[in-house]
């Protein structure tokens, strides 16, 4: 029986891998597999009791100086584990295909509270790969629209590159939709994938975010520093804003300033906050 039970666990195992991979039963995969499916249960649970929330993290116009929106980030404080961490349970939102119902709160909830904000403010709202290539993304996207009464160029979508990864006709067909409604797109981590270069050519961004890393580890004369000019530089000749995220010191917003780079964002200029703490900063 045990041994039928090992085999189970492998087999799950080398199915959640993806097609053509194998897995030999190993002690952990027990308590793992266990641990997986509690989560789950959680994941289940908060989504019907609305035990998640959103944080808003603004983003700064370099030009004006001033803080032009936010980018909406979901939030799970479950009430035994404590904070848990988009990076654990995202995965498992994607391999459940809760992420569509996941994301589309954080559509509808971000719209709506976009609406309490100054007329100019823009929300930014992040779109999983999966939920981005299901056949409802562009109804549900206009739905949380009309149901907040935001208009869509207020509206910013954003998509790594997963999301680009297969079929081109028909990621083509649902990001020319999105642009046709009036919603912006950007392109978040640049510069982390094989293809990003590509993309800039194929698809309709509005925005290119440059990845962190490449923030984070710009020197004088260093390879994330030619990299972050080569990038702003580029979405500059191509008519693109150009965020850069994760500044964190005085120093990184100041070489920011140097790359012709149009947006900042990161915990220099802003932390992420809970919605009712927006006004109190907008104002100080």
């Not at 994941?43 to 959103?54: E, G, K, N």
């Not at 972050?228 to 920011?256: H, N, P, W, Y």
Request: proline residues 3%.
């Amino acid at each position: 029986r045990d041994m039928l039970r090992n085999g189970d666990l492998a087999l799950y195992e080398a199915k959640r891998a993806g097609r053509g991979r194998f897995r030999v039963f190993e002690t952990g995969m027990d308590s793992a597999l266990r641990d997986r499916r509690e989560l789950e249960i959680d994941l289940r649970r908060a989504l019907a009791l609305r035990q998640f929330d959103v944080h808003y993290q603004p983003f700064v116009d370099l030009q004006a100086d001033k803080v032009i929106g936010f980018e909406a980030l979901i939030r799970w404080d479950h009430p035994v584990r404590g904070r848990v961490s988009p990076v654990d349970f995202i995965p498992l939102a994607e391999e459940t295909g809760l992420i569509c119902k996941i994301g589309e709160w954080v559509l509808r909830t971000a719209c709506l509270t976009a609406m309490t904000w100054p007329d100019e403010m823009t929300v930014a709202v992040n779109v999983s790969p999966v939920q981005f290539k299901s056949d409802a993304l562009v109804e549900t996207v206009l739905s949380a629209l009309a149901h907040a009464g935001l208009p869509a160029h207020r509206l910013e979508i954003e998509i790594t590159e997963g999301a680009l990864l297969d079929n081109t006709a028909n990621v083509l067909k649902t990001l020319h939709a999105l642009r046709d409604l009036g919603v912006n797109i950007s392109m978040d981590d640049f510069g982390t994938g094989y293809s990003s270069l590509s993309y800039l050519q194929k698809f309709p961004f509005s925005k290119i975010k440059i990845d962190r890393s490449f923030v984070q580890g710009a020197k004088d004369g260093g390879d994330s520093e030619a990299i972050l000019k080569a990038i702003a530089g580029l979405g500059q000749s191509l008519g693109m804003s150009i965020t850069a995220e994760g500044v964190e010191t005085q120093e990184q917003l100041a070489r920011i300033r140097g790359e012709h780079c149009t947006h900042v964002q990161g915990y220099f200029t802003g932390r992420p906050m809970s919605a009712d703490r927006i006004a109190d900063f907008l104002s100080a």
